[in-house]
């Protein structure tokens, strides 16, 4: 039997690299989880309306709401992970030379990947434990709420295992070094200021002056 030549396993690896990089995959779990929520809102709020406009009601409407939550929640932390999102303290990382900052990264990311490896072994076994444990309400698996958490930890493990790679080989940017924000503010003016920190990613110009025009005639 023939192996491949090592350059056809270098190209699927950058192919699967490219892939994680590319922002398509993250746009269709933000797709996914606004779907999820839609719907979640819909059985919630049909479920209030018919319980007290008509006496009725959704039966699966408080199951599928609460399993619909639990996969918004591990589906929105595989976003904010690749958009470097999440909250933390980097008030001593920040202050440190870029090797410090290096050495800090590749040593959170290892933890990471432990926890991941953790996770992902604990909810293997809850998915396998529960396969044939049927919800009280729909009938359906209680696998389905476990899976969350193994989906969760491979597609994290992917999205570190990827920066790793690039920590290791030098293509990661120095402002990519510091991998959390200190509070959603500074995330999101982050994200409108653009690279190059200026207003002008936003598509303003600077403020007048507080007295107006300085050309301005009076009558």
């Known amino acids: 039997m023939r192996t491949p030549p090592p350059d056809i396993a270098a190209r699927d690896l950058r192919t699967l690299a490219a892939i994680l990089l590319d922002g398509r995959w993250a746009r269709a779990l933000e797709l996914a989880i606004a779907g999820f929520l839609a719907l979640m809102v819909v059985l919630v709020f049909g479920n209030v309306v018919l319980r007290y406009g008509f006496n009725s009601g959704i039966a699966i409407s408080e199951e599928v709401a609460r399993w619909l939550f639990i996969w918004i929640t591990f589906l929105g932390a ?52 529960n396969w044939d444990t049927e919800a009280p309400v729909t009938g359906a698996s209680m696998a389905i709420v476990y899976a969350a958490g193994a989906v969760f930890a491979v597609c994290a493990a992917l999205i570190l295992l990827t920066d790793g790679v690039r920590l290791l080989t030098g293509r990661m940017s120095v402002d990519e070094l510091v991998a959390i924000q200190e509070s959603e503010e500074a995330g999101a003016l ?14 303003t110009s600077p403020a007048a002056p507080a007295g107006g025009s300085q050309h301005s005639t009076r009558s």
């Open 190 to 203: 982050a994200q409108a200021l653009g690279p190059h920190g200026s207003l002008g990613a936003l598509g």
């Open 78 to 129: 595989v976003v904010a992970l690749r958009e470097r999102a999440h909250l933390g303290v980097d008030m001593l990382v920040s202050r440190l030379p870029v090797a410090g900052k290096k050495l800090c990264l590749a040593a959170s990311y290892a933890c990471m990947l432990y926890i991941l490896w953790l996770l992902y072994e604990g909810s293997l076994a809850q998915v396998r434990i």
